[in-house]
């Protein structure tokens, strides 16, 4: 018989915070996605708008410049709430694709092999694992949609002056709830579908479902049922209508921004009802 | 009578890859997404005409008591008062006001409801002003032939089956591959050419049951409000060519894309990819080049659809997409559909040979 | 039952008949890319069971996907029988190959998995029947085999996967870890079974770790390491060829020490070891004929030999030899 010695004494050391455990799965997330050169390229493809927009605002606050150029300017150059409505749908398109392309390998990998116990079996609860998950989408959505949403509204508010700013504030406020809440919704869908579906290729196909069929059969019983409430499974349209609600702007859809919140409420919910059946520290093998 | 013994073994081994696959097709948990695609127009068309049967005897029962003649109601115009509206074709049968504060003022928006016993007119009122007139005519035929048309080309064909043939046919192989269990199939004396017609054949089978299927149930559904009398004449005339017409264009439209779809599970390991690419090229062909334009699956479908859909109530940009097919004659858009499906699988087949098996890079 | 392509063939050469009842590889590479799998491999494996060994990654599972077509080869040429692996019509007539992979086709119970992949061979459904239960009798799975293969045991997933593989009465069986995750007792049935495939003169190529196995079953032996073939061909005639490697030799007799002092005076004895229990000896030696001539000698000296046995002629002690080197020197 052999007698070894006792060497192993359990950690002694300092704990990091237990409400910041959660950031640990982002971190292992970001190391694995900024591998892909195609993501990093999207990135990049996504900073177009918001780059152009800052030029907009520069020029529209410098006409000199266009009048020497002799290009007549009128006065399409507006920087008002229809500019970041425009801003806000273009980036909220973005943000749809960076979900196609990040959302179908958040979930899908951990349930398939097996790793929802190694995670659960910790110290570390559901939710903690679903804000860590979803953490890895926002934080990316909100690079492309409301930080340059803000500084573009601070580029603007200092060239147009501290009244202007005050008197427009609801803008910074609209952007940065709007595009939260689309990041929410987006990061929800995400990952209740890759939850759900085991292959990630299926997933990322099942995100660009939900989005089409849900918009194309919503006009559908619209046409059929000569009704407006088939927009309510139209997430976009809704997304839509809570925009124009922030932003004081007429989206031009029939449905009421209450109706519209309470339509992005109960789609979060019915995630979130998905995400509880799955996100399981155990599994049942039939 | 070499070939004769080969086709007869490669007719056999055809056969046994569309018995397993069917398998795990029709009767897999993982493709009910597919049934639900499928039925929900069906659930659609049925709840609508049940509506309309309602509606039907709702307003009939209205004309007697709420009477309002046609002409009266027709002549009613925007920017009238609500008091000049109920001098001209009296009270309405229903009533709906609600009052809001808007930047510290408030309106009212007040909706009046009348029938003539056949066509429903709904008058909104925003502070006493008539601000918007809405007419909901009994439907007809040929109302519901353009309804079904423009569900069936919008939603139907480039929606729920483009999805359910992504689903299905990038399953085939791709499906395989993660599954780790394709090695099965090229384990066995099979030409590889031989295992992708049966595989696709396989497909094809689910596929074009289930849409087909659906259509005729939706076309059920929509006839079920329809009298006996009004029945009668739609079939006599029109309405057994539009049935086929139908019918046949989902099983073609379930050709097209199961092809495409079946080769893009081949040769990419993200199918979904070329899949989006795809429906982005679908929905732009109104804007592209006559040339361009033939190299696609809708524009063969939509141009042999019967009816020419006409859509009320839908975006601009939907509107343009189901507006634009042009009328081509059908053994054409047959014989090219048949065409871009073959080269397709031609080139399907091609990459099928190559097949390796390799699960770790997949 | 319908003729398949191989017995209607006319029209290609017959190969040698020599090459008939070979697996022959033929300066074979395949690359992954930069990753080396195999590299210049000439084999000519006749029937027999043959084992292929090697540590993790030293191209076995390679080896075996290319020769039933899975992969193809960067370069050379392989033949199975004289059936080229790129013509699957003929070759999977006479090769079944049970994978490494522990995945099934979803919703198949035992029964309908190794029924279904033989009606594509062409042949009835009535022949398939009695050949699939024929194969799962054999792997002692008839009472299961009605049930899922989802709801298998590893043991009985291994077996079934086995049976898919025997249900054609192949000519060449390719096996991927086959007694892995079997009890002893379903472990010695197994190897029973592949005796009786190559007592019919059919070709049993497996790989394993289990090297004492290696030494029970196999008549022959392929040592891989790093994607190429170290050593091939019988165990004994493979360690004998090892001639840097000195021979150990354990000699039991009654005067252990004095025989120690008499082997020491030669010069190809490099080591020598008493057992522990003071009844014989471990002897290392350089030349194996020479020390046997020594040991007449010593016999005759008046030291009473008992039994005499090589002490390395086996799979573990070669594959130190050969491979256990190459590991170190990484």
Known sequence: MAVYKRTYKQYEGELTPGWSRFLILPRFSYARLFQSKFLLMFLAICCIYPIGAAAFIYIAHNLSFLQALNVPAGNFLQVNEKFFVYYCNFQATMAFLLTAIVGPSLVSPDVTNNAMPLYLSRPFTRTEYVLGRMTVLMYLIAWISWIPGLILFGIQGNMAGWDWTKDHLWIAWGVFAGMFAWSVILALIALAISAWVRWKIAAGGAILAVFFVGAGFGAVINNVMRTKNGSLIDLTQMMATAWGQLLRYDSGNSISALQAWASLAIASAICLWLLSKKVRAFEVVK | ?362 | MIASPETTNQGAAAPPPIERSLVVFDNVSRFYGEVLGVNRVTLAIPPGITSLVGPNGSGKTTLMNLMTGLVRPTRGDIKVRGVATDDPERLFRIVGYSTQFDSFPKGLTGFDFVYSFLRLFGDSHADCEARAWKAIERVNLAEPAKRRVAGYSKGMRQRIKLAQAIAHDPQVLVLDEPLNGLDPLVRAETIALFREFAAAGKHVIMSTHILHEVDMISDQVILLANGYVVAEGEISGVRSEISEQPIQVQVRCDRPSAMAARVFATDHVVEVKLHTDGGGLLIKTRDADKFYRLLNHIALEGISIESVTPADDNANSIYEYLIGGEEATR
């Open chain 2, 1 to 362: 009578m070499n070939k004769k013994m080969h086709w007869g073994l490669w007719w056999a081994q055809i056969r046994s890859v569309i018995r397993l696959e069917m398998r795990k097709t029709f009767f897999a948990k993982r493709g009910l997404w597919v049934y639900l695609l499928a039925l929900m127009p069906v659930v659609l068309f049925f709840a609508d005409s049940a509506n309309v049967l309602r509606d039907r005897d709702r307003r009939a029962e209205l004309e007697t008591t709420h009477p309002a003649k046609a002409e009266a109601l027709r002549s009613i115009e925007t920017g009238m008062t609500k008091d000049q509206v109920v001098a001209k074709v009296g009270e309405p049968y229903g009533q709906t006001t609600f009052t809001f504060t808007r930047r510290n003022e408030s309106h009212s928006r007040t909706v009046y409801r009348y029938t003539d016993g056949a066509n429903d007119y709904v008058f909104t009122f925003r502070d006493d002003e008539l601000a918007q007139i809405r007419t909901n005519e009994l439907r007809t035929i040929a109302n519901d032939s353009l309804i079904f048309a423009t569900v069936f080309q919008f939603f139907f064909l480039r929606l729920a089956i483009f999805f359910g043939c992504v689903g299905i046919f990038t399953n085939l192989f791709r499906g395989e591959l993660l599954d780790k269990s394709l090695h099965f199939y090229l384990l066995a004396p099979i030409r590889r050419e031989v295992l992708l017609v049966g595989k696709y054949l396989a497909g094809l089978i689910a596929t074009t049951v289930i849409f087909t299927t659906s259509t005729a149930l939706q076309i059920l559904a929509m006839g079920w409000h329809l009298t006996g009398p009004s029945m009668t004449e739609f079939l006599r005339g029109p309405g057994w060519g539009q049935i086929g017409a139908y019918l046949g264009v989902t099983a073609l439209a379930c050709l097209g894309y199961g092809s495409v779809f079946l080769a893009a599970g081949l040769l990419f390991r993200n199918p979904i990819i070329p899949a989006a690419v795809v429906l982005l090229w679908e929905s732009a062909n109104p804007f592209l080049p006559a040339a361009l334009k033939k190299i696609s699956v809708i524009f063969y479908l939509q141009s042999m659809c019967p009816v020419v859909a006409k859509p009320a109530d839908m975006p601009a940009l939907a509107a343009l997409l189901l507006s634009s097919a042009e009328a081509t004659p059908a053994v054409w858009a047959i014989g090219g559909l048949i065409v871009v499906t073959l080269a397709v699988l031609a080139l399907a087949a091609r990459q099928a040979r190559a097949l390796e098996i390799n699960y770790s890079a997949d």
